[in-house]
């Protein structure tokens, strides 16, 4: 079946340090890939996807790009702000769509000091 | 717009009892999903409708747990007899379609004594 793996956290980085987040995956065919961020409280929010490979998402300075042949989709970002420290899931949805849930990673919690 | 809108926010009983929460989609939306949250399983998928009707209820944990969804709009879940293990957030996630964005609301966080 469907699986995401992330790194472990906490990851815990410097304001204005490079961030890596790692996610590889392991799907039939050609899934979408997805990045949510949630932060303390609140329920899980979009921050970028991608929906075939090599395909590049972004958003709020993040990135992440569809690998397909190292099944992988690693979130970066190249100047944290102490405002981004939050848990971020990798998720991925069936390839073809379909009224499926996403299948999330189990989050990894960063931690920004300033 | 309204988000996606869940009750309680916070929920303390003990076990045995039963836990109802609500969920109510955003407008427009045809596809609700609840999913469970906990430090040692991370986010589970217990089960989503699609237009009103169950579509996949793999993921409910056992026959303790049931889910409906009345009209378009709203939907519970229901745990009874509640046990200790069931403490952990509670998601309701909508979207519009098969490659929509999925919505979450804020979550109902269950803690079972």
């Known amino acids: 079946g469907n699986s995401v793996t992330q790194m472990e956290g906490p990851v815990t980085l410097s304001e204005e340090a490079f961030l890596t987040i790692n996610c590889t995956y392991t799907a039939t065919g050609y899934p979408s890939l997805f990045w949510y961020v949630q932060y303390p409280g609140e329920g899980l929010q979009l921050l970028l996807k991608?929906?075939?490979?090599?395909d590049k998402g972004s958003n709020k300075g993040f990135e992440a790009t569809y690998r397909k042949e190292t099944t992988s989709f690693h979130l970066e970002k190249g100047s944290v702000q102490v405002s981004d420290s939050a848990v971020y899931f990798c998720?991925?949805?069936?390839?073809?769509?379909?009224?499926?849930?996403?299948?999330f990673g189990k989050g990894t919690h960063l931690i920004i000091q300033p | 717009d309204a988000g996606v809108i869940q009750s309680p926010r916070h929920e303390v009983t003990e076990m045995g009892q039963e836990v109802t929460l609500r969920c109510k989609l955003i407008s427009g939306h045809n596809s609700l999903f609840w999913y469970r949250q906990t430090m040692m399983r991370g986010l589970e998928l217990l089960i989503y409708?699609?237009?009103?009707?169950?579509?996949?209820d793999s993921g409910m944990p056992e026959d303790r747990f049931s889910a409906k969804m009345p009209n378009a709009s709203f939907s519970t879940l229901k745990i009874q007899p509640s046990e200790p293990r069931d403490s952990a957030v509670y998601f309701c996630?909508?979207?519009?379609?098969?490659?929509?964005?999925?919505?979450f609301g804020e979550g109902s966080r269950l803690t079972v004594l």
């Open positions: 991608a929906t075939k490979a090599d």
């Open positions: 409708f699609n237009n009103n009707v169950p579509i996949d």
């Open positions: 996630a909508s979207r519009t379609g098969p490659s929509g964005e999925l919505f």
């Open positions: 998720a991925l949805s069936k390839a073809g769509g379909g009224a499926d849930g996403l299948t």
